[in-house]
């Protein structure tokens, strides 16, 4: 299966500890996305890059988040001094340009759990 | 800004029920608008899509039509199956290439 994969599928953690998530996109997909969703509600955009680019970062995203993408092919997610608001599931998305008909491909999502 | 509204759930049908899903939203210009599905314990997955007025998106027996006079994306399967339980999505993506998604509907189907 060539789909998106991401790692580790569940975290739990303890408020204040650091954690980071990993995606690894659809090969030759330049394009990457992280996007976040808490229980009940729909995913919502954290921000993208293109290649090795990061190209826009949403206002949810703050100053504790980083996301980093050093080779232009897998991601990195990091959230430093977790809270408990954090808790929610961490999904990536990859495709392979950007533009109205060019298709998101999801990963299974992280869970992320702070205690 | 752009914004997806869908109908709350649950909602709860027997099999071979017909279902509609109600979806509107708001965007300037012309969005793509999809359909994803969640099943229990999965990823999120696109189930149709439709990127231009009067087009309509089908795949296993779910359809869509892209009304953009009345900005909407509904739903609809004519007789859905137990296999269909899950959570639906609707969204839509502009020129920013950023997603946004509905709230979600859980579809609950009764043997």
């Known amino acids: 299966d060539t789909g998106v994969s991401q790692n580790p599928r569940h975290k739990i953690t303890k408020r204040g500890q650091n954690v980071t998530f990993r995606c690894d996109p659809i090969?030759?997909?330049?394009?990457l996305y992280w996007y976040r969703q808490t229980l009940g509600q729909g995913p919502e955009f954290l921000t993208y890059?293109?290649?090795?680019?990061?190209?826009?970062k949403s206002r949810l995203l703050s100053d504790r988040f980083s996301a980093e993408r050093p080779k232009g092919s897998f991601s990195t997610l990091e959230i430093q001094r977790t809270e408990q608001g954090d808790s929610a599931m961490y999904l990536c998305?990859?495709?392979?340009?950007?533009?109205?008909?060019?298709?998101?491909?999801f990963g299974p999502g992280t869970r992320l759990t702070v205690t | 800004g752009n914004s997806v509204t869908q109908m709350e759930g649950p909602v709860t049908l027997s099999e071979e029920a017909f279902l509609t899903i109600n979806c509107t939203y708001t965007?300037?210009?012309?969005?793509?608008l999809f359909w994803y599905v969640q099943y229990p314990g999965e990823g999120l997955q696109l189930l149709l899509k439709?990127?231009?007025?009067?087009d309509k998106g089908s795949n296993k027996g779910f359809e869509a039509t892209y009304r953009k006079e009345t900005t909407s994306f509904h739903l609809e399967k004519g007789s859905v199956q137990v296999s269909d339980s899950a959570v639906y999505f609707c969204?839509?993506?502009?020129?920013?290439?950023?997603?946004?998604f509905g709230k979600g509907t859980r579809l609950h189907i009764l043997p």
């Open positions: 998305a990859s495709s392979s340009s950007g533009g109205l008909s060019y298709e998101q491909y």
């Open positions: 090969s030759e997909h330049n394009r």
């Open positions: 890059f293109q290649n090795e680019a990061q190209l826009e």
């Open positions: 965007a300037t210009g012309y969005p793509s």
């Open positions: 439709a990127t231009k007025a009067d």
């Open positions: 969204a839509l993506k502009g020129r920013d290439d950023k997603i946004i």
